[in-house]
């Protein structure tokens, strides 16, 4: 396990978009992203709830990053693209991830350089620009209805799909 972390610490130490836009990941918040993401990914739904403390200190601990870094670290990597997958697959986990992230995500979408964000993170994980502003344009749309926790739903899936193509290429 600290064999994978030293290589995906030392695959995405650094996230530079462009000239302008350029923002780095600790170590520590990497070991963070990675623990919480294998964790609910890993633990069967009925025994997360034994997790619930270690999952909501790392929770806290990262909401220091932008939505966009801690997803560039997790889309960036095949093993926690892999692990989304997996948590894509139980809806009892899939759903509470999704809405966790909706704060932040809906914060991104009324930033002024939003659009330079999105086309350097699109261009750091390498997907397709206009399928990523569709997906994002799809979730803010759904956000102004009432039931609206899982609003960023289509994004999410849209970078889980888009990931698993990326790895089935390179096998």
Do not use: W
């Not at 070991?31 to 709830?49: F, G, R």
């Not at 997996?86 to 002024?112: D, T």
């Not at 999105?118 to 979730?139: C, G, H, M, P, V």
């Not at 289509?154 to 790895?167: A, C, E, R, W």
């Amino acid at each position: 396990m600290q064999v994978l972390l030293l290589i995906l610490s030392l695959y995405t130490a650094c996230f530079a978009f462009s000239s302008e836009y350029k923002f780095e990941i600790s170590h520590t918040s990497q070991k963070k992203i990675y623990e919480l993401i294998t964790t609910i990914a890993d633990t069967p739904a009925p025994l997360l709830i034994c997790n619930l403390s270690r999952i909501n200190q790392l929770k806290n601990d990262l909401q220091q990053l932008e939505p966009l870094q801690f997803l560039a670290y997790i889309f960036n990597s095949p093993y926690l693209t892999y692990e989304m997958e997996k948590i894509k697959g139980c809806s009892s986990k899939y759903a509470p991830f999704i809405a966790g992230s909706k704060a932040g995500l809906c914060k991104l979408l009324l930033q002024e350089d939003f659009e330079e964000k999105i086309s350097a993170f699109a261009s750091f994980i390498r997907a397709d620009l206009n399928k990523t502003q569709e997906s994002l344009a799809l979730s803010a749309s759904m956000c102004k209805k009432e039931d609206s926790s899982e609003c960023f739903r289509p994004f999410f899936d849209f970078l889980i799909d888009t990931g698993s193509q990326k790895q089935r290429l390179v096998k």
